[in-house]
């Protein structure tokens, strides 16, 4: 795999999600989490998922698309455990609640706005 390959030199954080939806909080999150200090590189896992707003092509491309981002993976979210390095030069990061939270949030606020949309009558505003 061409991804383990890529693991095997220098410093990386591995951030697994789904990124669904692809917020402007994202980019500032993960800016975050990577290490200046000791010049790591990030790998997003783009998590495989059938009940996402986007469809994983979707989501991956924009995922990439990132300044931050060096490199995305698709997988399903049961081949985690299994890919992911046992070295001291990795660090994983993946915040399930957290991902499934912003999910949810994203949902209510768009069902929020469509709600107001019909009461006020004007569509898509």
């Known amino acids: 795999?061409?991804?383990r390959t890529r693991l095997a030199e220098g410093n990386w954080l591995i951030v697994a999600g789904y990124f669904?939806?692809?917020t402007a909080a994202a980019p500032e999150r993960l800016?975050?989490?990577v290490s200046q200090d000791c010049d790591?590189?990030?790998?997003?896992?783009?998590?495989?998922h059938s009940k996402t707003l986007l469809?994983?092509?979707a989501r991956s491309l924009l995922v990439a698309a990132l300044r931050t981002v060096d490199t995305v993976l698709v997988m399903p979210e049961e081949d985690l455990d299994g890919f992911i390095p046992q070295d001291?030069?990795?660090?994983?990061?993946?915040?399930?609640?957290?991902?499934?939270r912003s999910s949810s949030e994203f949902r209510?606020?768009?069902?929020?706005?469509?709600?107001l949309d019909l009461e006020s009558g004007e569509l898509g505003s």
């Open 88 to 100: 001291e030069r990795i660090r994983f990061v993946f915040d399930r609640e957290a991902e499934w």
């Open 31 to 33: 800016r975050g989490l």
């Open 55 to 57: 469809t994983v092509e």
């Open 40 to 48: 790591e590189k990030l790998l997003a896992v783009v998590l495989d």
């Open 1 to 3: 795999m061409q991804a």
């Open 20 to 22: 669904d939806p692809l």
């Open 108 to 115: 209510a606020l768009v069902l929020r706005k469509e709600r």
